[in-house]
């Protein structure tokens, strides 16, 4: 008899484990980000652009990721097959470098020691130094994405 953790060597209760934190930890981010818009246009009383920084689809893509295609469907199947606790750790690995990502790419944004410091009311949604860290750090996820789903799926 085969254990659950011979093929992808994680359990799924693990993968969920995991996941859970990635999004539990973006969520959190995308309501502090929320927060500090609504904040900022208080105590601007007149009318500013509300955007979101490239970094911010960062984390909503690693929360899609942890809950889309691992959280629902390890729990929505009673025994995960070995391609979707494959396809569960390769999704989680993706979402964990795009959470790492989101660290320069929103010190970009703002200007925090990365480029030029520009005011609040100069930036924009993508700062320059942001708008290449960003898809940089999707462009990582999806290939980590790819090598670990494929090493994942390699017979023995």
Same mark, same amino acid.
């Given at each position: 008899?085969?254990?659950? &953790?011979?093929?992808?060597?994680?359990?799924?209760?693990?993968?969920?484990?995991t996941? &859970?934190?990635i999004?539990?930890f973006?969520?959190?981010?995308?309501?502090?980000r929320?927060?500090?818009?609504?904040?900022?246009?208080?105590?601007?009383?007149?009318p500013?652009?509300?955007?979101?920084?490239?970094?911010?689809y960062?984390?909503?893509?690693?929360i899609?990721?942890?809950?889309?295609?691992v959280v629902?469907?390890?729990i929505?199947?009673?025994v995960?097959s070995?391609?979707?606790?494959?396809?569960?750790?390769?999704?989680?690995v993706?979402?964990?470098?795009l959470?790492?990502?989101?660290?320069? &790419?929103?010190?970009?944004h703002?200007?925090?020691s990365?480029?030029?410091?520009?005011?609040t009311?100069?930036?924009?949604a993508?700062?320059?130094?942001e708008t290449?860290?960003a898809p940089?750090?999707g462009l990582?996820a999806?290939?980590?994405?790819?090598?670990v789903?494929?090493?994942n799926?390699?017979?023995?």
């Open positions: 008899m085969t254990n659950a &953790s011979d093929v992808v060597g994680i359990l799924p209760s693990d993968l969920i484990a996941a &859970s934190i999004a539990g973006g969520i959190t981010v995308i309501m502090f929320v927060q500090r818009e609504v904040t900022v246009q208080d105590e601007k009383r007149t500013v652009k509300s955007r979101l920084a490239w970094a911010d960062l984390i909503i893509l690693s899609s990721l942890a809950l889309l295609l629902v469907p390890l929505w199947f009673a995960p070995a391609k979707l606790r494959a396809v569960a750790a390769a999704a989680c993706a979402a964990v470098v959470q790492l990502g989101y660290i320069p &790419s929103i010190l970009a703002y200007g925090i990365l480029g030029k410091q520009t005011a009311e100069e930036r924009s993508g700062q320059p130094v290449w860290i940089l750090s990582v999806a290939v980590l994405f790819v090598i789903l494929c090493h799926l390699r017979p023995e």
